[in-house]
């Protein structure tokens, strides 16, 4: 077999065995070796196949001796299955209203979720972000991570790991369209005033209870954004 052929097989069995419960996080994998001979592969193409799984967050090393050294299972941290979205999303070449679709409906399950569950740590939280969207002297890049961060906040306030993840890793991909089209805007405040305003709603929703209002507040809000800024193109979506 071929080196790729080699450890895309090694993966597919590791994945085989956590799909069906043989392996679970915290287990130890077999040594390099015995896994090789186990599954008729070279010793290359098991390193190989572990270093791939170590970056999607599957799997980590300890070095050393001792029961604490080896390859784990691991519980795939936020950050690996975040930029394993955002680097997909970023590279797939959605058109415009899928993107569009895909966060109208994430992100409205999220407000209404928020309005649910959101607690005061949650609340408070989206209410600096707020106000730093509200400073009159905040800059479009110091708005649009702002911007970010408050509709990811809304996600975590939900109590939706999977949906926060996303939001980001979704939010990231679009980072540089979003700001290539904010910074052509020629009079950017009254953009910006809408936005603020938008947010305000939604917050104002999340807090009160208003699960529903709240979902129908941020389709609103992601439609009337990707309007507003049409430079991002084909490919991209709103604030």
Known sequence: MTRSSTYELVIDAIEDQIMSGALAVGDLLPPERELAARLQVSRGGVREAIRVLQAYGVLRSEVGSGRG????????????????????????????????????????????????????????????????????GVSR???????????????????????????????????????????????WQPIADSLRAQHRGIFRAIRDGRADEAAELTAAHIRHAAAALPELGTDGAGS
Do not use: W
Not at 70 to 98: D, I, K, Q
Not at 114 to 135: G, N, P, Q
Not at 147 to 161: E, L, P, S
């Open 69 to 136: 050294a080896g390859t784990f299972v691991a519980a795939m941290p936020s950050a690996a299955l975040e930029r394993f979205l955002r680097l997909h999303v970023a590279l797939s070449n959605f058109g415009r209203h899928e993107v569009i679709e895909t966060r109208i409906l994430l992100e409205q399950a999220s407000a209404s979720l928020a309005a649910e569950r959101a607690d005061a740590d949650a609340l408070a939280e989206l209410e600096r972000l707020l106000e730093v969207m509200d400073d009159p």
């Open 141 to 187: 890049e110091e708005f649009n991570d702002a911007d970010t961060a408050f509709h990811v906040a809304i996600a975590q306030a939900g109590g939706n790991a999977l949906f926060s993840d996303m939001t980001g890793a979704i939010r990231a991909s679009l980072r540089g369209p979003i700001m290539e089209s904010f910074t052509k805007i020629a009079d």
